[in-house]
């Protein structure tokens, strides 16, 4: 009797030791997930792979580049036109090296340039999150680019130019919360890709990283330090809020901008947006003279006219504007960069800002382009780029006409 409670007693315990175990193996599973899911909205995975109308994750989504238009592949879980027959080593390798399951270059349009950054770990998370999705069969073929750029061999050209591939490597002179901004600015959340300007290859233009660039008909602008047209004058709370909200004291999100707060930064941990403005505070900005327009030229003063009638009553005749609701124009960065490409194309066709869990009223500015002309519009653009202290270059008409049929052709 003796003999049989006593193994009777180990049946149990070994019941209840590998219940344990895979209750703890079953949790463990589930917080790398719920960390891929995370992850994947860092890196703001659902804004590309995902077209108007589309399921998430299935790709088809038309992106244009300089040199033709890619579509976007199926990353969800279906083995015959997703990844659900990807291996992690193969899901590793197009994160880290830009090369998929059949030993194809990518382009860099994914962006594994920045993705080569991010740990094996985290990476691995992601693929674990993408597994839960529900598959969706969407064969996409995603290379539709013009000979001689539909030949992936130039790739590696390509590669050999503009790619350093290596995961990130904390830098031992900077604060733990200084390297975590770095890692996600600079990996998941792939910053440089709109912000930083292209060189002639269509690399980043590392000496100016994120000084501003132009993207599809959009200037991303600058986001370093710098005081009149970065973020320098921003407190780290202050870039934390916009990140999180779309909005902040003195600005609004409109844009590409919006698309990726409300897909991505407004996702993650306030934690995780103060590293992020605590890396952006700390990079060096380029400040540089520029020439104010003279309060007495001509399109100055026809530009306050239409400045008084149209825009004050929002944005107040002291360009304050309203915080949190509308924009402040004194003092912005966004309307004093070197390209004035956001700012007419605003005044054009209006803007919606973002609508996040903290911000959901997401206020919008009306199309004025139906009601000014090119040199109207030119006009109240130089008054904004040149009052309340602001300095910025003069907007021509000639400018606008060109934002104008770049939008006429983006709309057809």
Known sequence: MQHHARRAAIVVVGLVTSGIAHAQNGGQEFDRIERGRYLTAMGDCVACHTPDGGKPFAGGLTVQTPFGALVSPNITP?????????????????????????GHHLYPAFPYVYYTRVSDEDVLAIRAYLETLQPVV???VPNQLPFPFDVREG??????????????????????????????????????????????????????????????????????????????SWSLDEIAAYLRDGHNSVAAASGPMREEIENSSSKLTNADLHTVAVYLKDL?????????????????????????????????????????????????????????????????????????????????????????????????VTYIRNSWGNVASAVFASDVKAVRADLARRTN
Not at 78 to 102: C, K, Q, V, Y
Not at 194 to 218: F, I, M, R, V
Not at 353 to 380: C, H, I, N
Request: charged share 15%; with cysteine; aromatic share 6%.
């Open 138 to 140: 969407n064969k996409v």
């Open 155 to 232: 790739v590696a050209a390509w590669n050999e130019l503009n790619f350093t591939p290596g995961l990130f490597k904390p830098d031992p002179t900077k604060t733990a919360e200084w390297n975590r901004g770095a890692y996600i600015v600079t990996g998941l959340e792939h910053c440089g890709l709109c912000h930083t300007p292209k060189t002639a290859s269509g690399g980043d233009d590392n000496g100016h990283y994120l000084q501003g660039a132009t993207l599809e008909g959009w200037y991303a602008p600058n986001i370093t330090g710098d005081t009149r047209t970065g973020i320098g």
């Open 284 to 380: 060096p900005g380029q400040d540089h003279a520029v020439a104010p327009v003279g309060a007495d030229t001509q399109a100055m003063q026809a530009g306050q006219a239409i400045y008084v009638d149209e825009c004050s009553a929002c944005h107040t005749r002291s360009g304050n504007g309203i915080p949190r609701l509308i924009p402040a124009l004194k003092g912005a960065p966004a309307v004093q960069q070197d390209s004035a490409a956001s700012l007419v194309r605003v005044v054009l066709q209006g803007a919606q800002s973002a609508q996040t869990a903290r911000a959901v009223t997401g206020p919008a500015m009306p199309a004025l382009g139906w009601k000014f002309s090119d040199e109207q519009v030119a006009d109240v």
């Open 78 to 102: 279906d083995p015959a036109t997703g990844i659900g027959n990807w291996t992690d080593a193969e899901f590793l390798r197009a994160m880290h090296s830009g090369i998929d399951r059949a």
